[in-house]
């Protein structure tokens, strides 16, 4: 079974510009994760999918960050103007129905660098 | 509000000394705790998950034990080897269906 692929796996921008993140998750899982992990700190959650409907987006920047699952598969997470602490590695995860206790499986990850 | 602590941050130990990692949480109501590993560069493997009935759980080198009126659990890796440094990571799933994480604590093994 294929795990969750992310892409790109690195990406280096300056302050202000845009960058966007790229997730498949693993087939037929329901339910897609975004977190957010900054260097020492543990991932925090961004959004969270059922679905093509947004579940919790509750810690999304929306002045900046927005989030899309368009066929309820993949999904985009977009960063516009990105400022330097948005640097961090960006999870996405996935689970089958997205019930409570539901084992999430997690990507390789995005690592960004806001210069 | 769910708070995960880690502690201590980083470690270190000698090849075959028996590692002990330290999580609490500030909200009992949880329905399970999960321990990741994650190494540089990569994502989140799942090392075991406890549900909030059970008290422990093992796989192999690893043993994890958890006391939910006192809002701590503890993953113990016996006989550690210098493929067991990583960063591992505590979560919880709380109501709201929300997997709040720990910082993690990194751990380094000396051959």
């Not at chain 1, 690195?10 to 498949?24: D, G, H, L, P, T």
């Amino acid at each position: 079974e294929a795990g969750v692929a992310q892409s790109p796996r690195y990406k280096i921008i300056e302050k202000r510009q845009s960058v966007a993140f790229w997730c498949n998750p693993i087939s037929g899982h329901a339910t897609l994760y975004w977190y957010q992990q900054i260097l020492g700190q543990g991932p925090k959650l961004l959004i969270q999918f059922q679905n093509n409907g947004v579940v919790d987006d509750s810690q999304l920047p929306k002045d900046r960050f927005s989030a899309e699952r368009l066929k309820g598969v993949d999904s985009t997470l977009k960063i516009q103007p990105a400022k330097l602490e948005d640097s961090a590695v960006y999870l996405c995860a996935s689970s089958q129905t997205g019930g409570a206790g539901e084992t999430q499986y997690f990507g390789p990850g995005t690592r960004l660098l806001v210069l | 509000k769910q708070e995960v602590t880690q502690i201590p941050a980083a470690l270190s130990v000698p090849e075959g000394e028996n590692l002990v990692l330290n999580c609490s949480f500030t909200d009992s109501a949880i329905y399970n705790l999960q321990w990741f590993r994650q190494d540089p560069g990569k994502g989140l493997t799942s090392l075991l998950l406890i549900q909030s009935s059970q008290r422990e759980q093992t796989s192999g080198r690893l043993n994890a034990s958890l006391d939910k009126s006192s809002g701590r659990s503890t993953l113990y890796i016996a006989a550690s080897q210098p493929g067991d440094s990583a960063t591992y990571l505590c979560a919880v799933w709380a109501a709201g269906n929300k997997l709040t994480f720990g910082g993690g604590t990194r751990v380094l093994v000396k051959p």
